[in-house]
């Protein structure tokens, strides 16, 4: 009888991320992965209970490098840290599709209790109505981008986004507080 193959948990991971950047987490299968990992399924379920159980951790490893990417400060002193994050999130909705549909286009990962949780990890003083809608908006052109619905050059993405920013922030400012919801 062979000797039974032992892969580490984390080249697991790492695997499933490269199959899953390239072609999309649903693509990945038990058989498809032993397969890119030249051994059998078997060490695969050792490592994980489920293929679910390693969804998680692909998903962990996707939030990770989305957020490691949008917290890097701005590679030039002209933009501003807050729409440097957005148009790093933009760009990558566009490099890394798939990525992005598990991160934000699927049922996997954490669930927020409000829109303005998502407020609470900003690193820069900005009002919390302000963020939450300026991301909103963000969201909404790197699911544009990453759906291929159009093409949008970086240079018009990143004057949306300037606008947008702008135009929650004068709002809130003209109507004292803007939302109910907020604390």
Request: neutral net charge.
């Amino acid at each position: 009888m062979p000797p039974k193959v032992k892969i580490p948990r984390e080249a697991i991971i790492e695997k499933a991320f490269e199959l899953t950047k390239a072609y999309g987490f649903e693509k990945v299968t038990a058989r498809f992965l032993a397969s890119e990992l030249k051994c059998s399924t078997q060490p695969v379920f050792h490592a994980f209970r489920n293929m679910e159980e390693l969804k998680e951790e692909v998903y962990k490893k996707t939030q990770k490098l989305f957020e490691e990417t949008m917290l890097q400060q701005p590679s030039d002193t002209e933009t501003p840290y807050f729409l440097s994050m957005g148009l790093k999130y933009v760009e990558l909705a566009q490099k890394e599709k798939n990525l992005f549909r598990l991160l934000c286009m699927s049922d996997s990962g954490t669930r927020l209790e409000s829109l303005y949780d998502l407020a609470k990890h900003v690193p820069v003083p900005i009002d919390r109505g302000v963020f939450v809608k300026t991301w909103i908006f963000t969201h909404g052109i790197a699911t544009i981008v990453s759906t291929n619905t159009t093409n949008i050059a970086p240079e018009e993405i990143r004057q949306l986004l300037i606008e947008a920013c702008a135009g929650f922030k004068l709002y809130h400012n003209e109507n004292k507080g803007g939302s109910a919801y907020e604390t």
